[in-house]
């Protein structure tokens, strides 16, 4: 058992947040801010859920982070909060669907872009703070907030940009690099560069994961990397990754491909090795869109969205499996790697 609690908040989140947060047997329970004179002059969370539109323009600033640079909230109450991107919000720019982040159903009873990922909203124009490119600010319009009407959220290079509700202090970072099926589709939560807006993944590390393929076949060992590294509910998680039978020092997977169903596996800096994994077979290409990705043996390396999981939630049973091995898609045909002999 993991946790009796998968989402459990540290006991200063729940004893005067704005928002409790906990999961129990795959259900999430919002409980509203406490009616205490002590809880009612409790300073506001990073963690807080939106609840009403923004009476101001919004900041952005970059701050020092473990993963480098990264975007967070300027100022106001949730100043020095981390900001996030996901990577299958890029779904509305390209085909013009709906955001991955939205209030569309999910596992945990609660929607993604008010209280499991705050959106950073803002009334007018969004400030560029220190370190911040301002020609990459802008404004979406979301009108799928619930209890909103329309309001604007601040985006940067074009994509949407939120708070996590398990970051309670302004420099946590339990959002970083993870790999979310709750999202709709499932996508990655990266922190953000503040001098292009790519995802800032961090050095990336990549181990053996043993798992059933399909979810009840037989076990497989094969080549994974270590995703949601700060994730309090699920740290340190390994997924297999995979190769496409194309690629030989380049990638043939963009567009949809790589925005929903095979996210390329991203590092900064030479990726780490695990015990099992040969160092000298990793490498790395650069993506079109400036981001870095991990190689081995010069294939370039993806997830699948398939096989993301939470423990708990009823996404692949909560349980590590290989749905993508020798997958036939417009894009090739992609299988995984088996360990050194």
Not at 136 to 156: E, N
Not at 280 to 302: C, E, M, S
Not at 328 to 336: I, K, M, Q, Y
Request: aromatic share 8%; glycine share 10%.
């Amino acid at each position: 058992m993991l946790m009796k609690t998968l989402f459990r908040r540290r006991r200063s989140l729940l004893a005067g947040s704005a928002l409790a947060v906990m999961l129990t047997l795959g259900l999430v329970a919002v409980a509203p801010r406490f009616s205490s004179p002590a809880s009612a002059q409790t300073s506001p969370s990073c963690a807080d859920p939106v609840t009403s539109a923004p009476t101001g323009p919004a900041t952005v600033s970059a701050a020092p982070s473990p993963y480098g640079k990264v975007l967070v909230v300027g100022s106001g109450d949730y100043a020095g909060c981390s900001l996030y991107l996901l990577t299958s919000d890029k779904l509305h720019a390209l085909t013009g669907a709906p955001f991955a982040c939205s209030d569309n159903p999910n596992a945990t009873g609660s929607p993604c872009d008010t209280v499991l990922w705050p959106a950073l909203l803002t009334q007018g124009a969004p400030i560029a703070g220190r370190g911040v490119n301002p020609t990459l600010l802008g404004t979406v319009t979301r009108t799928d907030l619930p209890g909103l009407g329309p309001v604007r959220q601040v985006t940067y290079a074009g994509l949407p940009l939120y708070r996590f509700f398990l970051d309670e202090r302004p420099g946590e970072t339990e959002g970083a690099n993870l790999f979310d099926p709750v999202t709709s589709p499932t996508g990655i939560w990266y922190l953000v560069q503040p001098s292009r807006g790519r995802p800032a993944p961090g050095q990336a590390q990549l181990q053996l994961e043993t798992a059933p393929v399909g979810g009840t076949g037989s076990d497989r060992t094969v080549l994974a990397a270590t995703m949601n590294p700060d994730f309090s509910g699920f740290p340190q998680a390994r997924f297999p990754v995979y190769t496409l039978s194309p690629d030989n020092h380049k990638s043939a997977c963009r567009g949809v491909c790589a925005a929903v169903y095979w996210p390329p596996v991203l590092t900064s800096g030479r990726p780490q090795a695990g015990p099992g994994v040969d160092p000298h077979a990793l490498g790395i290409i650069v993506r079109p869109d400036g981001t870095h990705q991990v190689t081995y043996n010069g294939r370039p390396l993806y997830l699948f969205y398939n096989d993301a999981y939470i423990p708990g939630l009823p996404y692949n049973n909560g349980m590590a499996s290989i749905n993508g091995a020798g997958a036939h898609t417009p894009w090739g045909v992609f299988n995984t790697i088996p360990p050194l002999p």
